[in-house]
């Protein structure tokens, strides 16, 4: 199936990159097109185990529903026109974009893994009308239907101005966005995300150390690193 195709796309757990790759490494060369969707793991590492074209692409579990959020990197080999075909493959299933590698750590922590913060919000939310009292169907229309409004107001206003607007003097909002400050709500988020990247580098600096220690810095391609 590889030998035949254009493209190829790598989908695996960051540790089983060597396993999936080696056994097909020989017919994955300048011809072939490698699209990687592997967190953490650098175009540089994948290079150093093949020949082909590498594009890393970052895309989020939006994609099951066609709402994804993708973001594309191109390795040193890959063309203008290998960033628009992997771009091509994932705005069938919600938008892409592309952005300098050094940023691809800190777009998982947001993007990729920002699906699974959301739903913390949303959880408590809902969990928060229960608490109140409100019935279960009724308090999760409420979360869910509160969470896909503002998403989409963002999109036309910023954050600051929603905030000015709903927030009354003396009124109900302000009461509890002195809750979130006092708590630490912002500095909270920001190290979820700060501490999700950096996990990111962490097992990027882990796969080249056990790619190195598998192959030998000398053996083939894997010299590149």
Known sequence: VVRDADVVILAVKPYQVVDALMPIRDVLGGDKL?????????????????????????????????????????????????????????????RCFTADERYMDAITAISGSGPAFISIILEALWEAGLLLGIPTDISWELAVGTLESSAELLRVKRPWSVIEEVTTPGGVTIRGLKVAEEGGLRGLIMRMIEETARRGRE???????????????????????
């Open 34 to 94: 490698l699209v990687s969707v592997v967190a953490g793991v650098t175009t540089r590492i994948l290079e150093g185990l093949v020949g082909a074209r590498v594009v890393r692409a970052m895309p989020n579990i939006g994609i099951v529903i066609e709402r994804g959020v993708t973001a594309v990197s191109p390795g040193s080999r890959a063309s203008e026109a290998d960033v628009k075909v992997a771009c091509g493959i994932f705005s069938s299933m919600g």
């Open 203 to 225: 097992i990027s600096q882990d796969i080249e150390a056990s790619i190195r220690s598998m192959i030998g810095d000398n053996n083939g391609q894997a010299s590149s690193f």
